[in-house]
């Protein structure tokens, strides 16, 4: 790569007047020049606040390629202009996937070369980038990823929880009913649990989370590399009579700890919210299966449980 001087502006950007081309970025005022990005989708991880934990290779790449695709152009204009990066902006997301996706896919058929970027962390992560990476692998066209940041993993190295194995869950349904049966459901899995919440609900998922599973030790994570970045830990049942007092702006990550080797069984209380979250759509028969399966509970007791609360709904059903 050469480098040569260009002028950056009071916040780190290059200015208007600099003449630069899309294979060029910026780093400490140096005017970076970067080859041409080689035919393909690059997957490429951005930071998730701090917009010094992009990588060298990252730059390279999103200076190079023909297009960047990303789920806003704002949010990822900021990096751009940050780095100096002229090249263009398309958006993709959930909303207009189906009429951008073929789009993208022609330009990579047409020899082009792309990144696919999310507003923040790794792409693919809770976003809807598989389905572009998909069909561009079954269409033969090469893919590469650009490791980097990731909320998940900055998440449970802060955590101080085991990492020999986690489960990531990702956002929890926001309606409660629906949220508190599948807090039933992964209670059992044995590893550290992580979860992205809202700062909206972040409160009701702590409550939830310790009547479910109760004394679990556990961290909430807000605004991971941010100038307000915050770690709280503690057990489950803590954190929620604390969660009145939580500053909700923000993003949030919430890692909890494995079940302890005597709590392999579920509760009464999970096994409930279990069994009404499947009685909603399902048969008794069906939810009882599905039950045994997950709680550790004998048969017999899920059975008569669940016609219990069958009729608990009817009767309910039937005054209103």
């Keep these: 790569?050469?480098?040569?001087?260009?002028?950056?502006?009071?916040?780190?950007?290059?200015?208007?007047?600099?003449?630069?081309?899309?294979?060029?970025?910026?780093?400490?005022?140096?005017?970076?020049?970067?080859?041409?990005?080689?035919?393909?989708?690059?997957?490429?991880?951005?930071?998730?606040?701090?917009?010094?934990?992009?990588t060298l290779r990252a730059l390279q790449t999103l200076a190079g390629v023909d297009a960047i695709a990303c789920e806003d152009t704002r949010i990822t204009r900021r990096l751009t202009e940050r780095y100096g990066i002229t090249a263009e902006l398309t958006p993709y997301h959930e909303?207009?996937?189906?009429?951008?996706?073929?789009?993208?896919?022609?330009?990579?058929?047409?020899?082009?070369?792309?990144?696919?970027?999310?507003?923040?962390?790794?792409?693919?992560i809770s976003d809807p980038g598989f389905k572009l990476v998909r069909e561009a692998c079954a269409n033969g066209h090469a893919v590469f990823t650009l490791p980097g940041p990731s909320s998940v993993?900055?998440?449970?190295?802060?955590?101080?929880?085991?990492t020999d194995r986690f489960f990531f869950e990702g956002f929890l349904p926001p309606k409660e009913a629906a949220r508190r049966a599948r807090l039933a459901e992964v209670?059992?899995?044995?590893?550290?649990?992580?979860?992205?919440?809202s700062g909206n609900?972040?409160?009701n998922t702590l409550h939830d989370l310790a009547s479910v599973m109760g004394t679990r030790e556990a961290a909430i994570c807000r605004e991971l590399t941010k100038l307000h970045e915050e770690v709280?830990?503690?057990?489950?049942?803590?954190?929620?009579?604390?969660?009145?007092?939580?500053?909700?702006?923000?993003e949030f990550v919430l890692?909890?700890?494995?079940?302890?080797?005597?709590?392999?069984?579920?509760?009464?209380?999970?096994?409930?919210?279990?069994?009404?979250?499947?009685?909603?759509?399902?048969?008794?028969k069906d939810a009882v299966a599905h039950a045994v399966e997950l709680s550790g509970r004998p048969r017999r007791e899920i059975y008569a449980r669940a016609l219990e609360l069958a009729k608990d709904a009817r009767g309910r059903h039937g005054e209103d």
């Design 95 to 124: 909303h207009n996937a189906p009429t951008a996706r073929p789009k993208l896919l022609r330009r990579l058929a047409e020899g082009g070369s792309i990144a696919l970027v999310s507003d923040a962390g790794t792409p693919l």
């Design 201 to 203: 609900r972040v409160t």
């Design 153 to 162: 993993l900055a998440a449970l190295s802060l955590a101080a929880l085991p």
């Design 255 to 284: 890692v909890i700890g494995p079940p302890a080797a005597d709590a392999r069984t579920m509760t009464a209380e999970a096994l409930d919210e279990l069994l009404r979250g499947e009685l909603q759509d399902h048969s008794v």
């Design 1 to 54: 790569m050469r480098a040569k001087a260009i002028p950056i502006n009071s916040e780190g950007s290059v200015e208007p007047t600099a003449k630069t081309t899309t294979n060029t970025f910026v780093i400490d005022g140096q005017l970076m020049t970067a080859a041409k990005a080689v035919p393909g989708l690059h997957l490429v991880a951005t930071p998730i606040g701090n917009l010094g934990d992009i």
């Design 232 to 250: 709280t830990r503690g057990t489950l049942d803590e954190l929620a009579r604390r969660a009145d007092q939580l500053e909700t702006r923000g």
């Design 187 to 197: 209670a059992r899995i044995d590893s550290t649990l992580v979860m992205f919440e």
